[in-house]
């Protein structure tokens, strides 16, 4: 079976998200996809997509398990974008969750060391 995702990240500003999100992931939109819409392909078939839908914004909670973790942390807060809570579970995972502009979360997780 093929799959594809897409992951929809409501926001009330598309510009200010756009800015914040290229901060957060270190790289421009993989495409954009309408003057309200941009698409970061996070892995193979695997993308968040950012959209203008003020009615709707604020309320996304992801997370996106990775395996380069700490060198993602790292690169986040070189550009300007700290976690606004870090974890580390009892099975040794560790999660760094962020908030955008309207309060949508995205976490990262990682593996223990």
């Known amino acids: 079976m093929a799959l594809d995702l897409f992951a929809g990240i409501p926001v009330s500003d598309f510009a200010a998200a756009l ?21 970061w392909e996070l892995a193979e078939h695997r993308s968040i997509a950012v959209e203008e839908r003020p009615e709707h914004a604020g309320h996304a909670l992801h997370t996106v398990f990775v395996d380069d973790f700490d060198a993602r942390v790292t690169g986040m807060a070189a550009r300007g974008v700290e976690p606004v809570w870090r974890e580390t579970y009892g099975n040794g995972v560790r999660k760094a969750l962020y908030r955008d502009p309207d309060g949508n979360e995205i976490g990262f997780g990682g593996a223990p060391l």
């Open 19 to 39: 800015a914040w999100y290229e901060r957060l992931l270190g790289t421009p939109p993989t495409y954009v996809a309408s003057d309200t819409e941009a698409v």
